[in-house]
C-alpha cells in the first residue's frame, strides 16, 4: 500500500500551499508572495544554524545510556498498549544536539524512552551506519522490553534508517520510521561535495538508492517522508518523498522553511507527533482521535 497524500492527522495543522512554479512567470503578485517565503525561509535557517552551531558542541559526544537490566523470568510483560521508545538519527556532518527541541517536545507529550544516536562524521557508507543503527536499537529493546521502537531521521539520518529497515531486516525491529528532509530519490545540489563517498551514495542513481528501489515484499514499517517547498538541500524538492510500491508511505508537503528548520520548527514537530501516535491497524491515535478520511493533497504551511 502507498499513500502519497498526508493522511488526515495533519491536516488540521493548515491547508495553504505556496504558488505552483509553472505559474509565476504569468502571475507577478505572485512572484513576489514566493519570494517573501524565500526570504523568511532563508532568514530563518541562518537563524537556527546560528543557534545550532552554539548548541553543537554540547551533542559530540553518545548521550550515556543506562546499563541494562535483564528481566526476572516471572516479570510480567509490558501493557501491549505502551509507546515504543523513539530513535533519533541526525543528517550529515551533524550530531545529536539537532533534535534538542524536538526532543523537549516528545517528551512533554509522553514520549518516556528517547535516545539519539550520533555516528561519526568519517562514516563513509550509508550501509556501515545502518549496521551500527541496528546494533543499537537492539540494544534498546533489551534494555526496555520492548519488540520495536519509532525512529525519527533527519537529512542522511532517516536514509541509514530506511537502509536498515528495507535492506537488513529492521522492519521486525522499526514500527514507524518518520523522515524530515531526506533524500530518499537523491538530491544533486552540491556537485563539489561529491569528494565525500556519502555524499556520492546520496546522489540519483548511486547503488545504494537502487538498492532501495528494489522490491520490498511485506516489509512492516510504517513510513512518514516530510519534505520541504523551499528546502535548498534538495535537487529535485520531491526528492525527499517516498514512491516505492511495495512501502507504506506517507508524504506530507511543508510550506515556508527550509531544511535545517524541518527538526526544529513546533508545527513539524506537532506533525511527527501525530505520525508516531497514528495506529496503523485501528486508524486512530493514541490520544483517541479518529483517523479522518483521506482527501486532496494537504501538508503544513507553517510560515
Request: proline share 9%.
Amino acid at each position: 500500500m502507498k499513500v502519497t497524500r498526508a493522511a488526515l492527522p495533519f491536516l488540521p495543522l493548515c491547508q495553504g500551499r505556496l504558488p505552483e512554479l509553472p505559474g509565476l512567470p504569468q502571475l507577478p503578485g505572485r512572484l513576489t508572495g514566493l519570494s517573501v517565503a524565500l526570504l523568511k525561509a532563508t532568514a530563518l535557517e541562518f537563524a537556527i544554524l546560528a543557534g545550532h552551531l552554539l548548541l553543537y558542541p554540547s551533542g559530540i559526544t553518545q548521550e550515556r545510556r543506562p546499563v541494562p537490566t535483564p528481566l526476572p523470568p516471572d516479570a510480567a510483560p509490558l501493557p501491549t498498549g505502551a509507546r515504543p521508545p523513539v530513535v533519533l538519527l541526525h543528517g550529515f556532518i551533524d550530531n545529536r544536539s539537532v533534535f534538542v527541541l524536538l526532543r523537549r517536545s516528545l517528551a512533554q507529550h509522553g514520549r518516556r524512552q528517547i535516545e539519539s544516536l550520533n555516528y561519526s562524521p568519517l562514516t563513509c557508507d550509508i550501509r556501515t551506519a545502518a549496521e551500527l543503527l541496528g546494533r543499537h536499537i537492539a540494544d534498546i529493546c533489551e534494555r526496555t522490553g520492548q519488540e520495536r521502537v519509532d525512529i525519527v531521521g533527519h537529512s542522511l539520518g532517516g536514509l541509514i534508517a530506511r537502509y536498515y529497515v528495507q535492506r537488513l531486516g529492521g522492519d521486525s525491529r522499526v514500527r514507524t520510521l518518520v523522515t524530515l528532509g531526506t533524500p530518499h530519490a537523491g538530491t544533486r545540489v552540491a556537485p563539489l561535495a561529491n569528494a565525500h563517498p556519502i555524499v556520492r551514495q546520496m546522489r540519483p542513481g548511486s547503488t545504494v538508492l537502487e538498492e532501495l528501489q528494489q522490491s520490498a515484499p511485506g516489509c512492516r514499517t510504517h513510513f512518514v517522508a516530510f519534505w520541504s517547498d523551499l528546502d535548498h538541500l534538495m535537487d529535485p524538492l520531491e526528492a525527499a518523498s517516498i514512491d516505492h510500491p511495495d512501502l507504506m508511505a506517507q508524504n506530507v508537503r511543508v510550506s515556508g522553511i527550509g531544511h535545517l528548520a524541518l527538526p526544529v520548527h513546533p508545527a513539524v514537530a506537532t506533525g511527527v507527533r501525530q505520525a508516531l501516535d497514528l495506529d496503523q491497524t485501528s486508524g486512530v491515535t493514541t490520544g483517541g482521535a479518529e483517523r479522518q478520511p483521506e482527501s486532496g493533497a494537504g501538508g503544513l504551511t507553517v510560515a
